[in-house]
């Protein structure tokens, strides 16, 4: 199996090298990428466009910040879809809107080429570990052609159903850990108030119930020690959450809950920069009116 990566930022990067680290030929594109360097000496394969790595591979991982951008790369005029060989699978990891990730197995139906979603979770350092978690959504037989690649990438993964379920999946995923870090933020200021050590509190609360991801990774790892470095932004985070909250509108359920976090989160922009660290939300405290 010959691979190629769209889209060579800080997870692109990673993934690629966890390709080459367990043997996949892989091929790289991406014009505005600054790894390029390291990750020619790592053994990735840099092409010029997407028509000279259509030519040489089976699949195509895409990394790539928007559905906007998705859509470009396999449905333009130069695009993915124009260069298609029988039997070639897309794997879109990125973060996009499900109903963009709809548009595009629409368009592709009847085509050569074959479309899986699998977003996925544990940032730049588990990209390039090989160990991310994954939400897949396609057709049971695209996934187990994929295996080659999906070992090399990640450590767990999940087929949660058709094209576009892994995406809502992964904003679910995230609509609810931007929920938790709210209210971890809420239950620090609380403890500190009353004079209690943190992480003795929060090894507590592991042990117990209310535990989560943000309290037994996010926490030890970013926001008590104070790095902030998780390498997901505030930016990426809200776009996440705006998509989130279309997904929610167009459902008509009733979900008191999140309005009031994705308000919170929405508002946190006049404090907290985009360029921030996403895991910064634990410290916003709404101004008073």
Known sequence: MKLGVIGLGNMGAGMALSAVRAGIDTLGFDPSSKAVEELRAAGVTLVDSIAEMSAQVDVIVLSLPTSDIVESVVLGDDGLLRHARSGQIVLDTSTADPASTARIAEALRGSPLRFVDGPVSGGPKAAHAGSMTMLLGGEAA?????????????????????????????????????????????????????????????????????????????????????????????????????????????????TPLSAEALRLWAESAESVSDDEDFNRIVEYVEAKQ
Do not use: Y
């Open 142 to 254: 695209d996934i187990e052609t994929l295996t080659p690649v999906l070992d090399a990438l990640t450590g767990k993964r999940v087929h949660v159903g058709p094209v576009g379920a892994g995406h809502s999946a992964k904003l679910f995923n995230n609509l609810l850990c931007g929920i938790n870090l709210l209210a971890v933020g809420e239950a620090i200021r609380v403890a500190q108030a009353a004079g209690l050590d943190i992480a003795q509190i929060l090894e507590g609360v592991n042990a117990g119930s209310g535990r989560s991801g943000v309290t037994e990774v996010n926490c030890p790892t970013w926001i008590l020690n104070g790095a902030f470095n998780s390498g997901f932004t505030m930016k990426l985070m809200r776009k996440d959450l705006r998509l989130a909250a279309e997904m929610i509108e167009k459902s008509g359920a009733a």
